[in-house]
């Protein structure tokens, strides 16, 4: 059975993995929904020290898979896409789906910058300046371009998943993406909204298939929250 | 023959790819290296309008490899590493030297955004202050940890090399990371140095390979400049 290791109280980069495991229907052990939180913190300490490993990894999320220990979001993804039917075999396919995975993983990385521009070890109130301006141009340049891009790339491919004629963990992850981007900038969204059809529709898409309708109404989904990469600060929301 | 897109001017992400074909030996239709920088333009934009293939890239490098367009610069040292040797092959070396290299890729991000905070489309002038918090956060907390992991899996490894006891893409990414930070923030790396004294033997190693010698000697080896990722801005640089 799989291990993920993630900090709790957050979906964090953990829920893009959490949703492959869960559309696969694979049993998971999920560190962070550990009872006892110390327990929890000390196993994700323990993966980080790097002592117990020769691949140690830089940061959760880590799947552990048998005894090996992977991290990097797009890497697990990958590994398990290739395992369990959530992209396709031929490395056509296979690399186009991680190329996707990986511009996902751009804008989430400025997402998370929009409101810690400076550094992830200050508080967001004492960068709240810098996180405006950067907030501002990630609602009316970044986001724009990057879902404007997912949304030509559903136009070109036409099955209304990103890849060939099925749900791939790049639809999981831009799903995942553009829920969490409607809970922190609802007013920029709703402006934006009209421009990516092709978005929306992969997002329902997503939240009808049988086992992530079943997840998300479990107690296994966290709700979004200001600890995490999606963050809902009034003050930084506008119409773009 | 490979053909690799890329702005010309700078050496940016595609100095990652270039590396690697170079060690590899691989001839290639450098773009950027065109004499007509228009041309080399219009050939970009060709690349990015994504009418032409049902596989459009985000941004450049793309490296087009017969018919296809891969995009994403740790995607296309996967393609490349598979295929000429810069790699193993089996699963759980080639994932292990994935991640590393998306370890080094958030890496590049944020050297990027220690210059450019707020906005890409902005000028460095226009949120200098905001860059010297970042770059005061980027050389006393990201890159002691960022360059520790990597000094860190160098000595769980022991083989001098990265992944196993052969020369990956990977090594050559980290060569070129140390070599833009010691440009970019003399200072700060000449303090770091003594601390990371395994990325630094690599450092040399990867120097003295004769294909990446001739290379660095060669007119096809860019300087590093204030457009680019790596930039020296004295204001920025200081010791940790």
Known sequence: MYE?????????RAEFVR????EAGLP?????QEKNENAALRAIAHVLDGKNTTQPPFAVPVLKAGSRWIGQTANILFFLGARHGLAPRADTGSLWTLQLQLTIADLVAE???AHHPIAGSLYYEQQKAAARARSANLIEERLPKFLGYFDHVLARNGSGWLVGKRL????????QVNAGLHYAFPKAMRA???????VAELSERVQKRPRIAAYLNSPRRQ????????RHYPELDKNP
């Open 4 to 12: 993920l290791y993630y900090w709790p109280g957050i979906q964090g």
């Open 168 to 175: 791939s963990y790049a639809d999981l992850s831009l799903f």
């Open 28 to 32: 998971y052990l999920d560190i962070a």
């Open 192 to 198: 934006l909204d009209a421009t990516l059809p092709r």
């Open 223 to 230: 709700d979004f929250n200001e600890e995490g990469i999606f």
């Open 111 to 113: 997402i998370h910058d």
């Open 19 to 22: 949703l492959a495991l869960e």
